[in-house]
């Protein structure tokens, strides 16, 4: 009898867990202060907007490059915090993104079936929490970047697949592969909000070939998963696709133009390649270079070693692994074997398309969360006796916590009172705000003040990461130069103070004079003061446009 008191406790005590781990996250978000990253600068607040308030298609590159992303993250955190105190909206998206945790715990607890209830419940605990506690995984708490939303769609499927493994592989066809193609659409609905998910996608998708099932078996079980994640991303991406095939003629639009050529980009893959290792040997031992340089792949500095411990430790555990087999030895792992092969397999993957296609440790988030979990089952596979892989793995998860340091992207205090919102900013009087258009200039994130002016105003940048008024090959300045020509308003010109004597070079590109004496300041809490300046038409500037 008190063998089964002790597992209902556990039980009791998971299911309480799973409840209150989002909620706890969403406090600490609270400790760690409120989001100003560039990127909510630059588009995630914009895009949002532009989304709920019918704006796409008006304005012209108000977020620069990303002005082209998907909005549909954007929309729901714009919407909380727009309706929301600051803290509120901050708490309940950080509980939203603590929902990891609790999808950590649901997959940890799966991998571990093979171990008493109450030994299982306890490392799933510890182990979730873990994977919500990495340098980089800290760094996104409560911020509008996306990829411990995204991240969502993958954990959620590795838990569907993990929990179902033993039908999965010998149970009825169709469950299974009804199952397998359930966590697809979680993959997919991740990959079409956010494109870089891709990874992770094809990294489950392609682990299926590893389990231990029949060939044939395998090859329906990834076939069903891929069929999942391309209903998935019609899902969760379909729509904006199509708006962007529809008036662009590329799905991804401005990204792989080499292959879409649609006259509106230049004739590239706009990768970002700022973050590529220099040579071949970097490359190879890439996380021995990023763990201790890390602004080789992020903006920011941040430590973590869980990543360079799983690039020893797992193929050190697939030797370890074959070994034992090869001398005939009972392999006593410490997770369940069909989902470690899964998931360490799936990662190995995931990782490889990461370290050829992006180098943006953002993206590796999700694997992040992923290798407290993946560390225990890659030592599990050394041959080593059990109580000392046991040992082993306590120690380095100890160590990989202890020695975390937090990435930030920039925050600032939370905003005192209950009337105070994300993001406020002080706009100057406009005088015919029906008629006038904003020009943006500079490269700097700006686009966070449009929501705070009159609803009327149209902003065209003319000066961006992805256009330049002097840009050659690119259909897009047509479009650009077309809008400018047919408004017959007053013009102002927005941009950062610095930035003004720049802006003033691209007014005069296009036929504008900016005048620096009738300048104005935006004010805002999230960044430094902006200039809101006059601009005037030149002689025959109509010319110059066309």
């Known amino acids: 009898m008190p063998p089964f008191d002790d597992d209902r406790r556990a039980r009791l005590t998971g299911r309480i867990f799973l409840l209150l781990a989002p909620a706890a996250y969403g406090l600490l978000t609270l400790a760690f202060g409120m989001d100003a990253n560039w990127d909510l600068r630059n588009y995630h607040w914009y895009n949002g907007y532009a989304l709920l308030t019918g704006r796409i298609g008006r304005d012209l590159l108000a977020a620069q490059m990303p002005t082209f992303y998907t909005p549909f993250l954007d929309a ?4 909380l915090a727009t309706h929301l105190p600051a803290r509120a909206a901050g708490f309940l998206w950080g509980t939203l993104q603590g929902v990891n945790l609790s999808l950590l715990f649901l997959l940890a607890s799966s991998c571990m079936r093979n ?10 605990m510890a182990l979730a929490v873990m994977g919500g506690l990495g340098g980089g995984t800290l760094g996104l708490i409560g911020t509008s970047f996306q990829d411990n939303v995204v991240s969502l769609g993958v954990l959620g499927a590795l838990a569907v697949v993990a929990h179902g493994l033993p039908g999965i592989l010998d149970g009825r066809p169709l469950p299974s592969f009804a199952r397998v193609a359930a966590a697809g659409l979680l993959a997919g609905a991740a990959m079409g909000l956010k494109n870089p998910t891709v990874i992770y996608a094809v990294g489950l998708c392609l682990a299926f070939l590893a389990l231990p099932a029949r060939p044939w078996r395998r090859l329906w079980l ?3 998963f891929g069929i999942g994640v391309l209903t998935g991303l019609a899902l969760g991406g379909g729509l904006w696709m199509a708006h962007l095939w529809h008036d662009y003629g590329n799905p991804v639009f401005p990204h792989m133009n080499h292959i879409f050529k649609s006259p509106f980009a230049a004739i590239s893959d706009y990768v970002n390649v700022a973050f590529f290792p220099p040579n071949l040997w970097e490359r190879l031992f890439f996380p021995v270079v990023f763990t201790f340089s890390p602004l080789t792949v992020g903006e920011v500095p941040w430590f973590d070693l869980r990543v360079l411990a799983l690039f020893v430790l797992v193929p ?10 090869s001398m005939r030895k009972r392999n006593d792992w410490l997770t369940d074997k069909p989902a470690t092969r899964f998931l360490l397999v799936a990662l190995s993957i995931t990782y490889a398309l990461w370290v050829a296609m992006f180098c943006i440790y953002r993206y590796l988030v999700p694997l992040e969360m992923l290798a407290p979990l993946a560390l225990v089952m890659a030592v599990g596979l050394l041959p080593l006796a059990r109580r000392l892989r046991i040992g082993l793995a306590v120690a380095l998860l100890a160590l990989v916590q202890l020695t975390v340091q937090p990435a930030d992207w920039g925050r600032i205090p939370w905003p005192a009172g209950a009337d105070q919102r994300w993001v406020q900013a002080d706009v100057p009087p406009i005088d015919d705000p029906d008629d006038t258009m904003v020009l943006m200039a500079g490269y700097w994130a700006i686009s966070h003040v449009i929501p705070s002016f009159p609803s009327r105003v149209t902003f065209v940048r003319i000066q961006s990461n992805f256009l330049q008024p002097d840009s050659v090959g690119n259909g897009y300045l047509a479009i650009m130069k077309d809008k400018l020509s047919a408004h017959r308003g007053p013009f102002l010109m927005l941009s950062t103070i610095p930035d003004t004597a720049g802006a003033a070079k691209a007014a005069a590109l296009v036929g504008l004079r900016l005048d620096p004496q009738r300048c104005r300041i935006v004010a805002n809490n999230l960044g430094e003061p902006l200039n809101l300046c006059a601009v005037d038409r030149m002689a025959g500037n109509r010319e110059t446009m066309e």
Request: glycine share 12%; charged share 10%; aromatic share 22%.
């Open 222 to 224: 990834a076939f069903f």
């Open 115 to 124: 171990i008493p209830v109450r030994q299982r419940t306890m490392a799933a």
């Open 316 to 325: 050190a555990g697939f030797a370890g692994m074959l070994a034992g087999r």
């Open 76 to 79: 729901p955190f714009y919407w």
